[in-house]
């Protein structure tokens, strides 16, 4: 369900319990806050997008490092060897 209102800030801003609650956060909570927003998630949700995130970063560094060990122009037919190449599998 949607719930939508229009507040006026003063002094600061106050969600009620509910709202959270329907909103399935849970009580440990996390706010990002960046220019034009300000996004409320569970804990646990950051953790997990901080942990794939330098999942990602790492996988890049993998990928990246391949470069190192080859050989340019020296790899004939590289698409249709590619897992001998990598892998060293015949």
């Known amino acids: ?29 996390q706010l990002l806050v960046k220019q034009g927003e300000i996004r409320i998630i569970p ?19 993998v990928f990246l490092s391949l470069e190192k060990d080859g050989h340019v122009g020296k790899l004939p037919d590289a698409s249709i060897h590619h897992d001998r190449y990598l892998y060293g599998k015949e």
């Open 1 to 29: 369900m949607l719930s939508q209102e229009v507040l006026t800030v003063k002094q600061g801003i106050w969600i009620d319990k509910s709202w959270l609650l329907e909103a399935g956060l849970g009580s440990s909570l």
């Open 43 to 61: 804990a646990e949700q950051l953790e997990a997008e901080q942990s794939e995130t330098a999942d990602t970063e790492t996988g890049w560094e």
